[in-house]
């Protein structure tokens, strides 16, 4: 073991007042069984700020002169940043053959050529670069023609900065067609970088779905991808950030979340949609 290696012990005392912490200002929420998770997590912020224990560092973010920015740091210990392009071949799939089709359609019906898309959850980007690839493989030569703009939030900035750059490795791009991955991106040795103009079709910004005042700001979403979002809040916040969810769809607008959640027990209000090997939820 490295001789300056220090162990943090969390006690059960501070796992209530950090996991209360987070979830009063986040909805992130950490079970019981999930405290050595937490623990792990935080000891590198105690480290990083030459502190002692697991108390001193929540008097920190409570109290602490840099509170706000902290924060932001512990946002960023404590969210999941796992994704990659085309994640879930399935829903991709579904999102490109069936889903995005009939919104066109609708739009259409309507007398419009607007496609509003929003990526909840977006992590280092992945997903809504992935998003407006399939919008301009669906629309093709129309493309121009429409106005299109995808949204995309996420509580973490470190995740959120590494969108803005749209750099990515090959890892990333595993489950890309190698068409797309040539025609999308610009190949530099390990590095590829998402072209312009995908780039420009996806605006990111921070969001923090515990905030319900501007979650509810958020609508007139065509489709809203919102995948391994939900399971890490608890029964009450989860129920309504549905709702929520469900109020920034237009009426026929597709909800997709992760390919293993399910809205089951908590809401009725949406259509369940099967597609070949994936599900949606649909606004009637």
Same mark, same amino acid.
């Not at 969390?10 to 209360?20: A, G, I, N, P, T």
């Not at 960023?76 to 085309?86: I, P």
């Given at each position: 073991?490295?001789?300056?290696?220090?162990?943090?012990?969390?006690?059960?005392?501070?796992?209530?007042?950090?996991?209360?912490? =987070?979830?009063?200002?986040?909805? =992130?929420?950490?079970s019981d069984n999930k405290k050595d998770l937490l623990e792990n997590r935080l000891s590198l912020r105690l480290k990083a700020n030459k502190l002692k224990d697991y108390k001193e560092y929540y008097y920190m973010l409570r109290y602490g002169q840099q509170q706000s920015?902290? =924060?932001? &740091?512990?946002?960023?210990?404590?969210?999941?940043?796992?994704?990659?392009?085309?994640?879930?071949?399935?829903? =991709?799939? &579904?999102?490109?053959?069936? &889903?995005?089709?009939?919104? %066109?359609?609708?739009?259409?019906?309507?007398?419009?050529?607007?496609?509003?898309?929003?990526?909840a959850g977006c992590s280092t980007g992945e997903e809504p670069y992935t998003m407006a690839i399939v919008i301009k493989e669906v629309l093709k030569e129309r493309f121009p023609e429409w106005d299109v703009k995808i949204l995309a939030s996420d509580i973490s900035e470190r995740a959120l900065s590494s969108a803005r750059r749209a750099e990515y490795n090959s890892y990333s791009l595993r489950s890309m067609p190698d068409e797309l991955k040539h025609k999308y991106f610009e190949n530099s040795g390990n590095t590829y970088r998402i072209k312009d103009e995908i780039k420009k079709?996806?605006?990111?910004?921070?969001?923090?779905? &515990?905030?319900?005042?501007? %979650? /509810?700001?958020?609508?007139?979403?065509?489709?809203?991808?919102?995948?391994?979002?939900?399971?890490?809040?608890?029964? %009450?916040?989860?129920?309504?950030?549905?709702?929520?969810?469900?109020?920034?769809?237009?009426?026929?607008?597709?909800?997709?979340? /992760?390919?293993?959640?399910?809205?089951?027990?908590?809401t009725r209000a949406f259509k369940l949609v099967h597609f070949p090997g994936a599900l949606a939820y649909k606004k009637e």
């Open positions: 073991m490295d001789p300056g290696y220090t162990k943090f012990v969390m006690s059960e005392e501070d796992f209530r007042l950090l996991r209360d912490f =987070i979830y009063e200002n986040s909805g =992130i929420y950490f920015r902290e =924060i932001k &740091a512990l946002y960023d210990s404590v969210s999941t940043n796992e994704t990659s392009f085309f994640r879930s071949p399935p829903q =991709i799939q &579904a999102l490109q053959e069936y &889903a995005l089709p009939d919104v %066109v359609n609708n739009r259409l019906g309507r007398g419009e050529k607007v496609l509003r898309m929003w990526s079709l996806v605006e990111l910004q921070y969001l923090n779905f &515990a905030d319900s005042k501007r %979650v /509810g700001l958020m609508r007139g979403f065509d489709i809203v991808f919102c995948r391994n979002v939900l399971i890490y809040f608890d029964d %009450v916040l989860r129920k309504r950030f549905v709702s929520q969810l469900y109020d920034s769809l237009i009426p026929r607008g597709y909800l997709f979340i /992760g390919h293993s959640e399910s809205l089951h027990n908590i």
